[in-house]
Structures are given as C-alpha cells and as structure tokens.
C-alpha cells in the first residue's frame, strides 16, 4: 500500500510537471557529512539552477561555521580554547548554542550538546566504543549547565574539565531553515531542502501533499514503516541505523544518553514534525533519548509539535495529532 502511495504521488506530478506556469528542479549533493536535497518549483531554469546552487553554498556555509570535524570552524575554536577562558563567536553560532540549550532545559538534559564529551570517545566506522573506565572519568563533563554563555559579550565558557561541544543533533536542521529562508527570499514558494534526516517543506507539492516515507529501521533504505501527506512543515527522523557498529549482538549507534555516556535504547527510530527544521532536528534527537513513553509526554506538552515513535521492539506510537481517533 505504501509503495502503491509513492507510485501515484510519482504519476499524478507528471501532468503538473507539463504545466505552463513552471516545473519541478531537483539537485543531490553531498554536503554536512551527509546528502543534501533540494527540490524546488519555479518558472525560469537559470533562477532555478541558482537557486539550488545558493542552497548548496549556504550548507556549506554552515558547516565550516558549525563542523566539529573541521579544525578551522568556529565550534572547533570553542572546543579549543572555552576550557581556558570566554571564547567570543559569531551571533549565528551563539543563538543556535542559546537554542540547544533551551531544548536542554525544556528536556531535563536529554539534550545536551556537551554530550560530546563523552562522544568524542566513540568511533562508529572504526567500530570504536570507550570501555568502562573511560566513560566515568568522562561523564561528569557532560553537563549542559556547566556550558556558561554571555549574551552580552556573546561568548562561550566551560565550566568543567574536559568539556566539548557538538552541534550534529541540531546543526543540519538550522542550515535546512535557512536554506528556506534563502529560496523565500528568491521569491520560491514550493520546495522542499532536506539535509541527511531533516527536511523541511515550503508549500505544498503543487496543489498536492508530499507524501513523506518514514523509513522502517530494521530493512533497506526505501522500504517505509509509515507514509505521511505533508506541506508547509518541517520534518525530522533520528534512527539507529544512521552512524552504529554491531558489538557482541550489541547495536553501538550515534545517539547518546547524557546520563550514561551510552546510546539511548529504547528506540528505533523517531520522527518529528513541527513549524522549522532546528526545531525538529533538535526534538528528533531529544525524544530518541527520552524514550517513548517520556518522549511522547514531551511532545504533549508542545505546541505545533507531533511525533512517530518506532520503538525497540519496533512498535509504531503515534502523538495524539496524528493518531487515528
Ligand atoms: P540526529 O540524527 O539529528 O538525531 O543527530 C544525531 C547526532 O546528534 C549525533 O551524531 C551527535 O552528533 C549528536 N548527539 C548525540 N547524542 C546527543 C544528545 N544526547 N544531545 C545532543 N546531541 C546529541
Ligand atoms: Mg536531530
């Protein structure tokens, strides 16, 4: 049935592709560590063409402001030198740190960008997890309020020894929202910009829903688990499946529990749908920590926000905006 879905979304946007009034551009690129998309509706192939190749550069962009990879990055400077003093940054960096911390707060530090002090210790392509007696001596640093900010010298501090920063749970999803931003104000008013898991979705697809796949965590890339209409809205998936080894029957992934230093288990997979990319990346990966039963409290609680839960035993939870009455 949901293959039969995508098989009609493909065959109903061919007559709208022919129409006088424009059509459909679509460009892949690898950008972020990941696979950016855009796909975008316009009247004119150059305007089109520059369009995606602004998005392209905007990814970029943040990346080398955001990376923790990238030695020369703003965020590698905080990870250098925040340790021994205040580090000053770029008003873009310090509201998205002001941002993750927030979603910190709101979470009872499910999020925790500091999470990275322990992170750093693991390497899932050299199937690399830090032993017992690494992660204790690295955890206390873990501490979303030990990470002091100055929003009058907008500066970055640590607190503890030890600290590092990552911004992988939200960067990708605040590059997405500017990527929007930036084809609004070419004058786009259809398109969809998807960075790795986050997506978001400015109108609609040409007076139909997206019809967005949530993939199932436990079977090849393409085979959805759940298949949502969807226009003018963000939309993010955190899984196991991204970036993980397997250890003694054990999954090692990329999401990991600030409280023990170890990926969270009790999900799958965990999708967010919500009003912008930063907020939904963010979510995606705070309620993938949280769990389903504390993670669907969580979204209760939020306005605008809903979520699908695949769980460990690879159930399907609903939010109570998209579960059937
Ligand atoms: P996502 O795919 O959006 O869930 O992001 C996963 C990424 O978020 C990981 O690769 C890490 O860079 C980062 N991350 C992992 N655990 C946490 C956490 N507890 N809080 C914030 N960021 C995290
Ligand atoms: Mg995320």
């Not at 998309?37 to 063409?49: F, G, M, N, Y």
């Amino acid at each position: 049935m949901h293959k039969l879905a995508w098989i009609l979304c493909l065959a109903l946007a061919v007559p709208a592709a022919a129409a006088a009034d424009g059509r459909w551009y679509r460009r892949e690129a690898a950008a972020m560590g990941t696979s950016v998309r855009v796909e975008l509706w316009h009247a004119d192939a150059a305007a089109a063409e520059a369009a995606m190749e602004a998005v392209l550069a905007e990814m970029r962009r943040v990346d080398a402001l955001m990376s923790s990879f990238r030695p020369g990055s703003e965020l590698s400077r905080i990870n250098r030198e925040a340790g021994a003093r205040a580090v000053a940054v770029s008003p873009e960096l310090f509201a998205l740190i002001r941002r993750a911390q927030a979603i910190s707060a709101l979470s009872g530090g499910a999020f925790d960008i500091t999470y990275a002090s322990v992170g750093h210790l693991y390497n899932f392509r050299q199937g690399i997890a830090p032993d017992d007696g690494a992660l204790e001596q690295a955890l206390p640093a873990v501490d979303y309020r030990s990470l002091v900010l100055d929003p009058a010298a907008r500066s970055v501090r640590f607190a503890r020894p030890g600290m590092r920063i990552d911004l992988g749970g939200i960067a990708k999803g605040h590059a997405v929202d500017r990527a929007i931003a930036l084809l609004r104000a070419r004058g786009v008013r259809e398109a969809l910009v998807s960075a790795g898991g986050d997506t978001r979705i400015l109108g609609d697809h040409h007076g139909r829903p997206w019809l967005t796949g949530i993939r199932d965590p436990r079977r090849p890339p393409g085979t959805s688990a759940v298949v949502l209409p969807l226009a003018d809205t963000a939309i993010s998936t955190s899984g196991d499946y991204e970036r993980y080894f397997e250890r003694d029957g054990v999954r090692y992934h990329h999401i990991i529990s600030p409280r023990t230093g170890r990926p969270a288990r009790a999900a799958r997979s965990v999708t967010i749908l919500g009003p912008d990319a930063t907020t939904t990346d963010a979510l995606s990966t705070t309620v993938f920590v949280l769990g389903p039963r504390a993670g669907l409290a969580l979204v209760e609680r939020l306005e605008g926000i809903e979520a699908v839960i695949i769980d460990a035993a690879g159930r399907v939870h609903y939010s109570s905006g998209l579960a059937p009455p």
